[in-house]
């Protein structure tokens, strides 16, 4: 019943001069509005008094029309709801809006509708191991273990004190309380080297990825991606006009000396150091460094991806690329819709100094920025110390959830798989020694509530591995052994 | 002191084999992120309790280390805040991050730094017309008229109730529920033909034109462009690499003729039909008919942006162009930002059926969604009524301020003046009739508190008009006579 909009005018034409009565032509109106599907069934309709109001007429004429409306059965009136559109039409009477719009979608198209360069993508997402909860999937948080009781009292604050600063657009970068608490955090707990007028919060790492391409990127310029690497920035490369240069990944990360092999002039390089996706290394240190070398000679970009740096299990923390950077040639990204909860979509880009203006001019022809009230709302959950806590929190959730699945694998599949990558984030990969159909697997899986993101699709190239990421962020430790025996069985069965 | 972010544990590396004690370690960790400014001032730091926990060591070497940070000075306790970085540091000894970062951007720069395509948009906007609040400035609503109370009670029931749907990631099209109510209110409303699968929830019209350019033009495509007309969209169509052709607008709006006689064979047309802007004419229903039979004969788009349709003070509706339009080749665009308040970044576009796919799949590539909490929060206001009856009491209330504002100007101005457009929105625009240099006279307005955008920016050719946009959303009818004083004063001083 909600999902009809409440008492809305409908687009009534009043003529005064017109020799039609005004009842008539209310009545006209809205019968049309009726047969026309432009009001449906169970749509509540104005009260006479207001929609007199509205049109400036008596309220005579317009008593009279929906007098006339409900005698023949158009409106209804119903007990508490006032009048409504009635819920009895016949079908052929109230053509039906989908037929309506099958018969628009079939009017005949001039040729090549739409752009080519948008063609590039990937149709419509549909691969079934990126579609809703289950078992293993990837990106997804413990939802049950968010302080929602501290974060709602939080909104209910912000949101109750709203005036007219918090209603208005807000700063171009963000809410500089914010950019201040990032600011702090990213130096304390990432080392890097930056202020808060760096910062500027984005809706998260996608639109972090696709701003850095416009404001770095022309068309036919190469870059530098991670192979095996994330789909969805190699999408914002590929539209945007570029040409992708797969750089092999090895157990050091990014393999940079292949890279200039492959191409040394490259304009940029995308790279997840803290936990490489998906085959979930940390970049070394010398890789690191020869890295900014490479940057640094050849006028080229990094842009650092650092998506779930916040969970490390290992005892060594490692300094972001940007951290170590002298020469300002990262752009670092980074995520909060991961640590708290996807649906917030809220993340920040650091920019070198030199672009800041760049970055602000581009991203306020995209859109005019992130919604108010949860970044003040997080800048507070950040400044108090529950973001903090959170995540020391899940440190420990996610590292016995990781732990689980580790002994659960071994004692499951042996050696038919190789758990991959450092001990880190809330997914891992396992390499299929066999060379199974990873996504004939994940395919049939998904019927199971399997949720298996199969590794060879993640290549542009021919894929050297077979296997699936899993992520254990949202599936519990008692849950694991029997998703592992049914990945197993999976496995087995090809 | 909430800007600092609260017990983050700050990069340290433990090692149990070095010969250097573990106090001693830690001890140097933080004395070094202190000194390097990772830590600064004021900052919370970890108990002692918590870091031992994180550093996997007893108690007794976090003690240690502690005690000698509070007496060397580095730290302090606080009653009710724990221990803190100490405030009273010595300014040369704390190497400030301003400085550090000032040193950094003077590094050497390979040349060419950002896109060449970037370049094209206009530098940071400082504009003193689209700065903060004041008088006449646009895109502003009555915000102390807005509901609060009822929607903070929505947010407040949406927040607490959260759960594992609402935490993920959403509909690749946005919130089911939110979608359906919006698909009845434009039917309804603004006599659109659409289904709820058509709607694309986007964070206002900003991205739902950059959107559209996307999926809709190639580099090098030609697009009919109003003149004058709105900036941002030009921004959009300009660094999509495509080639604006202004066609202008008389007082029917859009001169479709004129725009085949420039250029027939554009790719696109964008327009704002209810409500030019900035001219604020509507468009007439011959202009209508044409331009659709134009983007029909010519297998032309038509992006119809009705920013603010919500607002008209005269008799006669006008449905929209998509609802006129028999072939599907018009891309409707919204918003809500406009009609609740502008921090709430939500808009929508409606999308010609065979475009879906393409719409999703480069949406998918810029951004992941709307936080979810908001769709939730206006499906709600929308289906139980408040929506409508607060645009209801915003009409009456914007009414009575754009005349107050007309007789106003007529008073104060008369004949120096001339008042366009039709009475619609929340802004009007005049006309100066002795040509003088609006923008010189916005320039000096701005120490006046006064936000007068000047109409001359808003021709991509020469500017046949000089005159100024006059916001009157959240302008009260007591302070309209004064402001208008002062822009009399303005104009006369020229």
């Given at each position: 019943?909600?999902?009809?909009a409440s008492g809305i005018l409908p687009v009534i034409a009043i003529d005064r001069k017109a020799p039609k009565p005004l009842h008539r032509q209310i009545y006209d109106a809205y019968r049309t509005a009726i047969i026309e599907g432009s009001l449906r069934p169970r749509q509540r309709v104005l009260s006479t008094r207001a929609l007199a109001a509205e049109l400036g007429v008596s309220r005579l004429p317009v008593l009279n029309a929906y007098g006339q409306l409900l005698a023949e059965g158009y409106f209804e009136s119903r007990v508490g709801a006032g009048t409504v559109v009635s819920s009895a039409l016949p079908e052929q009477?109230?053509?039906?809006?989908?037929?309506?719009?099958?018969?628009?979608?079939?009017?005949?198209?001039?040729?090549?509708?739409?752009?080519?360069?948008?063609?590039?993508?990937?149709?419509?997402?549909?691969?079934?191991?990126l579609q809703?909860?289950?078992?293993?999937?990837?990106?997804?948080?413990?939802?049950?273990?968010?302080?929602?009781q501290v974060w709602s009292r939080l909104v209910a604050r912000h949101c109750r004190s709203m005036n007219a600063r918090s209603?208005?657009?807000?700063?171009?970068?963000?809410l500089r309380a914010l950019r201040e608490t990032v600011a702090s955090y990213l130096r304390t707990a990432r080392s890097l080297r930056c202020e808060a007028d760096q910062i500027m919060i984005v809706s998260g790492s996608q639109q972090a990825i696709e701003l850095s391409a416009r404001v770095l990127l022309d068309p036919g310029n190469r870059v530098w991606i991670e192979e095996p690497g994330y789909h969805l920035a190699k999408a914002v490369f590929a539209t945007k006009g570029c040409h992708l240069v797969p750089v092999p990944v090895d157990e050091e990360g990014l393999n940079v000396a292949e890279g200039i092999k492959r191409y040394r002039k490259a304009r940029a390089a995308f790279v997840t150091p803290s936990h490489q996706f998906p085959l979930g290394v940390t970049m070394s240190a010398s890789r690191r460094l020869q890295l900014?070398?490479?940057?640094?000679?050849?006028?080229?970009?990094?842009?650092?991806?650092?998506?779930?740096?916040?969970?490390?299990?290992e005892s060594s923390p490692i300094p972001s690329l940007q951290g170590i950077d002298a020469n300002a040639?990262?752009?670092?990204?980074g995520t909060i819709s991961k640590v708290l909860f996807p649906s917030l979509r809220l993340g920040y880009v650091v920019i070198?100094?030199?672009?800041?203006?760049?970055?602000?001019?581009?991203?306020?022809?995209?859109?005019?920025?992130?919604?108010?009230?949860?970044?003040?709302?997080?800048?507070?959950?950040?400044?108090?110390?529950?973001?903090?806590?959170h995540i020391r929190r899940m440190r420990i959730l996610y590292r016995e959830r990781r732990s689980a699945l580790v002994a659960s694998l071994r004692k499951?599949?042996?050696?038919?798989?190789?758990?991959?990558?450092?001990?880190?984030g809330m997914h891992l990969t396992v390499n299929l020694q066999n060379r199974a159909d990873d996504v004939r697997i994940a395919e049939r899986a998904s019927s199971q509530n399997l949720r298996l993101w199969p590794l060879s699709v993640n290549y542009l190239g021919e894929a050297s591995r077979h296997g699936f990421i899993l992520g254990f962020g949202s599936t519990a430790i008692e849950e694991i052994p029997r998703a592992v025996r049914k990945l197993r069985k999976l496995v087995e069965g090809t």
């Open positions: 019943m909600k999902r009809v009477f109230t053509a039906s809006g989908a037929a309506l719009q099958a018969a628009r979608s079939e009017s005949r198209y001039a040729p090549r509708p739409a752009a080519h360069r948008c063609s590039l993508l990937p149709q419509r997402e549909t691969s079934p191991w809703g909860l289950g078992a293993f999937a990837v990106g997804q948080v413990a939802y049950d273990q968010f302080p929602l209603f208005h657009y807000g700063d171009h970068m963000g900014l070398e490479w940057a640094q000679t050849n006028g080229s970009w990094i842009i650092e991806d650092d998506y779930d740096s916040e969970y490390r299990y040639r990262v752009i670092y990204i070198p100094p030199k672009l800041i203006d760049r970055f602000v001019a581009t991203r306020w022809a995209m859109d005019l920025g992130c919604p108010g009230i949860y970044q003040e709302v997080l800048a507070d959950f950040i400044g108090e110390g529950h973001f903090a806590r499951e599949m042996g050696s038919a798989v190789e758990v991959m990558g450092s001990e880190a």
